[in-house]
């Protein structure tokens, strides 16, 4: 295996275009895979990072065949020696050309978040993925930049076939590539870790990008009143994302509270004076919280938990943060429940005075780490997340309050729960660049 993982990848290939500097280029990565590896460049580079969207025009009844491509801003090239020699007709083409230009704006929009891309004109462009195979994206992409006004254009990738790369050589001013292996098998071969990338890791980089340029605490702080959709139902909740936040951390409160719980409030503005955004909702509709069975349903309010990350991710402030959830009592038994559910995007959880065995066989399948905050005095609560804890197959933590007991009514036992809450969350969410 040549590289650990993409961003080792990325930090390798910053080392072999470290001459760029000077050019003061513009970084573009082509998603989703790409991205992790040109952050890294963009930021040894102290370069802008974007993406570059493009999608192939296959041959109507050879999809792999590529007749031209297309890229944001009606950007069209088109291969004239394919389409002839294919005999694509203009109304063939046009029907393609629908079909991926709105496709192309479809995951800019969703990448960016609805940020305008950063204009080519002029530039000195470095293309970045994370290898390459037969490298017809990444001729795409060139033509794409120059089409788009790009003055020179590197495309560099940590792994390519020597003959890949020698053909690309033909469309860009320069092609750089780490390893050129003879006899290349799969890309994901030369990595220990080739995981998919998601959207919302691709969304979470350019917004730490963008942090990176335009400073700590460029952005405004955001308060709003929101409501939540969740099936038939909708959740009123309060947001706050401070300036410049590197998290956002999800309220789930127990039985006969909501998100007026002078106790998570306290907590949650802890959390904003340490940069990291808050939502506190309420889990049930009055209606839903007159009958009892619900307060202690912990599938549905794990599901109500779920409802509020999907929200997270599609709102304009809050998109690309990444997401702890903080349970109280009950709700951290659902706030576990929901850590446990495949593609969960909760990276840290923290509990006070919760009953994870609520989860039950959920626990096993939390991969979030979990701290357990307990009141010493709270007996059957702490042998409760002892036991708990025997479950958890990730790192994790219980941290006793000397004294405390289940309210944290008493004297300083707040004020720690927040401060032990607060260095959880700042230890593991943010994106580590490291």
Same mark, same amino acid.
């Given at each position: 295996?040549?590289?650990?993982?993409?961003?080792?990848?990325?930090?390798?290939?910053?080392?072999?275009?470290?001459?760029?500097?000077?050019?003061?280029?513009?970084?573009?990565?082509?998603?989703?895979?790409?991205?992790?590896?040109?952050?890294?460049?963009?930021? $040894?580079?102290?370069?802008?990072?974007?993406?570059?969207?493009?999608?192939?025009?296959?041959?109507?009844?050879?999809?792999?065949?590529?007749?031209? $491509?297309?890229?944001?801003?009606?950007?069209?090239?088109?291969?004239?020696?394919?389409?002839?020699?294919?005999?694509?007709?203009?109304?063939?083409?046009?029907?393609?050309?629908?079909?991926?230009?709105?496709?192309?704006?479809?995951?800019?929009?969703?990448?960016?978040?609805?940020?305008?891309?950063?204009?080519?004109?002029?530039?000195?462009?470095?293309?970045?993925?994370?290898?390459?195979?037969?490298?017809?994206?990444?001729?795409?992409?060139?033509?794409?930049?120059?089409?788009?006004?790009?003055?020179?254009?590197?495309?560099?990738?940590?792994?390519?076939?020597?003959?890949?790369?020698?053909?690309?050589?033909?469309?860009?001013?320069?092609?750089?590539?780490?390893?050129?292996?003879?006899?290349?098998?799969?890309?994901?071969?030369?990595?220990?870790?080739?995981?998919?990338?998601?959207?919302?890791?691709?969304?979470?980089?350019?917004?730490?990008?963008?942090?990176?340029?335009?400073?700590?605490?460029?952005?405004?702080?955001?308060?709003?009143?929101?409501?939540?959709?969740?099936?038939?139902?909708?959740?009123?909740?309060?947001?706050?994302?401070?300036?410049?936040?590197?998290?956002?951390?999800?309220?789930?409160?127990?039985?006969?509270?909501?998100?007026?719980?002078?106790?998570?409030?306290?907590?949650?503005?802890?959390?904003?004076?340490?940069?990291?955004?808050?939502?506190?909702?309420?889990?049930?509709?009055?209606?839903?919280?007159?009958?009892?069975?619900?307060?202690?349903?912990?599938?549905?309010?794990?599901?109500?938990?779920?409802?509020?990350?999907?929200?997270?991710?599609?709102?304009?402030?809050?998109?690309?943060?990444?997401?702890?959830?903080?349970?109280?009592?009950?709700?951290?038994?659902?706030?576990?429940?929901?850590?446990?559910?495949?593609?969960?995007?909760?990276? $840290?959880?923290?509990?006070?005075?919760?009953?994870?065995?609520?989860?039950?066989?959920?626990?096993?399948?939390?991969? $979030?780490?979990?701290?357990?905050?307990?009141?010493?005095?709270?007996?059957?609560?702490?042998?409760?997340?002892?036991?708990?804890?025997?479950?958890?197959?990730?790192?994790?933590?219980?941290?006793?309050?000397?004294?405390?007991?289940?309210?944290?009514?008493?004297?300083?036992?707040?004020?720690?729960?927040?401060?032990?809450?607060?260095?959880?969350?700042?230890?593991?969410?943010?994106?580590?660049?490291?």
């Amino acid at each position: 295996m040549s590289f650990r993982d993409r961003r080792e990848a990325g930090r390798r290939l910053a080392e072999r275009l470290s001459g760029l500097r000077a050019a003061s280029p513009l970084v573009l990565g082509l998603p989703r895979g790409g991205v992790p590896v040109a952050f890294e460049v963009a930021e $040894a580079l102290d370069a802008p990072l974007d993406v570059l969207v493009v999608r192939k025009l296959g041959v109507p009844f050879q999809p792999e065949l590529g007749m031209g $491509a297309v890229g944001e801003g009606g950007v069209r090239v088109l291969n004239p020696d394919v389409l002839h020699q294919a005999r694509v007709t203009e109304a063939q083409l046009a029907e393609v050309e629908a079909r991926e230009r709105a496709a192309v704006e479809e995951r800019a929009t969703r990448l960016r978040r609805g940020r305008t891309a950063v204009p080519l004109a002029g530039r000195t462009v470095v293309i970045v993925d994370d290898g390459l195979a037969t490298g017809g994206t990444a001729r795409a992409a060139v033509h794409v930049a120059r089409a788009r006004g790009a003055e020179r254009v590197i495309l560099a990738v940590p792994v390519a076939p020597a003959e890949t790369v020698a053909a690309l050589r033909a469309d860009a001013d320069e092609v750089v590539a780490i390893e050129t292996p003879e006899p290349f098998f799969a890309i994901g071969g030369w990595y220990s870790d080739f995981s998919p990338t998601s959207d919302t890791e691709v969304v979470e980089l350019l917004r730490a990008a963008r942090g990176h340029e335009d400073g700590a605490g460029a952005d405004e702080r955001v308060d709003e009143a929101i409501d939540i959709p969740a099936g038939p139902a909708s959740l009123p909740g309060d947001l706050t994302i401070p300036p410049g936040a590197t998290g956002l951390v999800l309220f789930a409160h127990g039985s006969g509270s909501g998100r007026r719980s002078p106790r998570n409030q306290a907590v949650a503005r802890a959390l904003n004076d340490a940069g990291l955004g808050t939502l506190l909702f309420d889990l049930l509709t009055p209606a839903e919280e007159s009958d009892r069975a619900n307060v202690f349903d912990i599938p549905l309010l794990a599901t109500r938990l779920g409802a509020a990350a999907a929200w997270s991710s599609d709102d304009e402030h809050a998109a690309g943060l990444p997401i702890g959830f903080f349970g109280a009592s009950t709700g951290a038994g659902a706030a576990l429940w929901a850590a446990g559910e495949p593609g969960s995007p909760a990276r $840290a959880i923290v509990s006070r005075g919760g009953r994870p065995d609520l989860a039950g066989g959920r626990l096993e399948a939390v991969r $979030a780490p979990t701290l357990l905050i307990v009141g010493g005095r709270d007996e059957a609560v702490l042998e409760m997340n002892r036991d708990a804890a025997r479950h958890l197959n990730v790192e994790h933590r219980i941290e006793v309050v000397p004294g405390a007991t289940h309210l944290f009514e008493e004297p300083g036992a707040l004020e720690a729960v927040a401060d032990l809450t607060a260095r959880w969350f700042c230890d593991h969410l943010p994106t580590k660049h490291g």
